[in-house]
């Protein structure tokens, strides 16, 4: 072989390569933006997820604050029937402690008319005995 055949050989295979290691830069830079568009758009979709997370979680956020007001007012709510609760049972307290003494007075006057009843009955024997006596 000729040197003159092995140089152009030579430059026929660094042609190729130069034009396979262009082709390369060139798939290289398309690569390149295309890696660059789908993170921009990677990006964006992660900032609307965001978004969409932070509403979701505003929206929580005033829903808990809501529900917290609304349990803050049955709290306060519990409390005033529970105050209420607490006045009817001392009435109710009361009303027992008069009852009571309404139940010892109607013994005392139920004792008082037994003893009526028994004096009765022993004027009524007396009487009786009387009426007996003088009829004879």
Same mark, same amino acid.
Do not use: P, W
């Given at each position: 072989?000729?040197?003159?055949?092995?140089?152009? /050989?030579?430059?026929?295979h =660094?042609?190729?390569?130069? *034009?396979?290691?262009?082709r390369? &830069?060139?798939?290289?830079g398309?690569?390149?933006k295309?890696?660059?568009?789908?993170q /921009?758009?990677? /990006?964006?979709?992660?900032? /609307?997820?965001?978004? %969409?997370?932070?509403?979701?979680?505003?929206? *929580?956020?005033?829903?808990?604050?809501?529900?917290?007001?609304?349990?803050?007012?049955? !709290?306060k709510r519990f409390?005033?029937?529970?105050?209420?609760?607490?006045?009817?049972?001392?009435?109710?307290?009361?009303?027992?402690?008069?009852?009571?003494?309404?139940?010892?007075?109607?013994?005392?006057?139920?004792?008082? =008319? !037994?003893?009526?009843?028994?004096?009765?009955?022993?004027i009524?024997?007396?009487?009786? &005995? &009387?009426? *007996?006596?003088?009829? %004879?």
């Amino acid at each position: 072989m000729s040197l003159e055949f092995r140089v152009e /050989r030579l430059e026929s295979h =660094f042609e190729s390569l130069d *034009n396979a290691v262009h082709r390369l &830069i060139e798939i290289t830079g398309e690569t390149q933006k295309i890696v660059l568009e789908n993170q /921009r758009e990677t /990006r964006l979709m992660f900032e /609307r997820q965001d978004r %969409k997370i932070e509403a979701y979680q505003s929206e *929580n956020r005033k829903r808990f604050d809501q529900h917290d007001k609304r349990f803050d007012q049955h !709290d306060k709510r519990f409390d005033q029937h529970d105050k209420r609760f607490d006045q009817l049972d001392k009435r109710l307290d009361q009303h027992d402690e008069r009852f009571d003494q309404l139940d010892k007075r109607l013994d005392q006057h139920d004792k008082r =008319f !037994d003893q009526h009843d028994e004096r009765f009955d022993k004027i009524e024997k007396t009487l009786a &005995i &009387i009426v *007996n006596h003088v009829q %004879k």
